[in-house]
Structure formats: C-alpha cells, structure tokens
C-alpha cells in the first residue's frame, strides 16, 4: 500500500488555473500507474485523468481534455495535475489514485486500490 497525500485546492475564478500535487510520502510514483478523479455533491466519481508507470502515456475524458494535464515530477514520489482555462462545472473534490498496473478499467472509480483524501476545488465565475 501508499500512503497519497493532495494538496494545491483552492479558490479561483474561471479562466484561472490551479496546480495540483499528489505525494507519497517514502514512496516512489513510478512504481504505480497514478490517476485524479473528482466528486462534485450528488454526482458521482469521474475521472480526470490517468498515467502510466513509464509516464509514457496519459489518459484524460473529453470534458479536461486539451486544458488539464497530468505528469510526474523531478521528485519521483509525486505527480501533479496542472489544471488551465477552469471553468465552475470543474468544481468539486479532487482524488488522487494510485494502481500497481493500468488496465482498461481506468476509468472505473472501484478499479483503483489506494486512494488520498481529497482536495477542494471550487471555480468561480
């Protein structure tokens, strides 16, 4: 198991952007395939966006894509999701997860085995 830590939540108006980071404390990320999903109140978890082991390949839905970004840092423990051009409907919690390998399942919330707290991102217009 990984202990995975989001931080970088916040406040912004549309248009805006936010950097957010996800850190596994002792751990390195590229031992795991990583992904961010989101969870706004009464709709369910979505995914946001997926990385390979190799970093090779990234994933992301049509409704982030071409404005979100996903990458691992210099510092091997942590990935991050560079989030531009936000728009409200991007509000809501944001998860980072973590898997052993990625499979097709990816965007399938219960297909992710550990999972950090959540942090809060809230866009105005």
């Known amino acids: 198991q990984v202990h995975l830590v989001e931080s970088g939540g916040g406040l912004v108006q549309a248009g805006g952007s936010l950097r957010l980071s996800c850190a596994a404390p002792?751990?390195?990320?590229?031992?795991?395939?990583m992904g961010w999903f989101r969870q706004a109140p009464g709709k369910e978890r979505e995914f946001v966006a997926a990385i390979s082991r190799s970093g090779s390949n990234t994933y992301y839905p049509d409704s982030v894509k071409g404005r979100f970004t996903i990458s691992r840092g210099n510092a091997k423990n942590t990935v991050y999701l560079q989030m531009n051009s936000l728009k409200p409907e991007d509000t809501a919690v944001y998860y980072c997860?973590?898997?052993?390998?990625?499979?097709?399942?990816?965007?399938?919330?219960?297909?992710?085995?550990?999972w950090g707290q959540g942090t809060q991102v809230t866009v105005s217009s």
């Open positions: 002792g751990r390195t990320s590229s031992s795991y395939a």
């Open positions: 997860a973590a898997s052993f390998f990625l499979s097709s399942d990816y965007e399938k919330y219960d297909y992710w085995g550990q």
